[in-house]
């Protein structure tokens, strides 16, 4: 069975730092297009980061460019979002997703096949 889990999030101030995490099971993330998206309360979903089957392309959105980094850890089975510099505007539910068809990294959200339960990120003083 195909599961992907989000973790990591939580409330955190302006200016801080969180990691998300995104294990798999159920196929092997190290030759897969994973993605991270958002969605922020009364918003549209907004694709944050994406990598790459080959690791080779990595996406970032404006928003979170010189902020976000997205990694990978093939051993664990993992895929990572540090998030640092954190603005209350990051303030959403994050998803991991998974594309298993392609090589390139997309932010389009129908072109993933698998996704997470999401994990709430909250950026507040």
């Known amino acids: 069975q195909v599961q992907l889990v989000e973790s990591g999030g939580g409330l955190v101030q302006p200016g801080g730092s969180l990691r998300l995490s995104c294990v798999a099971s159920?196929?092997?993330?190290?030759?897969?297009?994973i993605g991270w998206f958002r969605q922020a309360p009364g918003k549209g979903r907004e694709g944050v980061s994406c990598v790459s089957s080959r690791d080779s392309d990595k996406y970032y959105a404006d928003s979170v460019k010189g902020r976000f980094t997205i990694s990978r850890d093939n051993a664990k089975n993992t895929v990572y979002l540090q998030m640092n510099s954190l603005k209350l505007e990051d303030t959403a539910v994050y998803y991991c997703?998974?594309?298993?068809?392609?090589?390139?990294?997309?932010?389009?959200?129908?072109?993933?096949?698998?996704w997470g339960q999401g994990t709430q990120v909250t950026v507040s003083s």
């Open positions: 159920g196929f092997t993330l190290n030759s897969t297009v």
């Open positions: 997703a998974a594309d298993l068809d392609s090589e390139y990294c997309s932010v389009y959200g129908w072109r993933y096949d698998y």
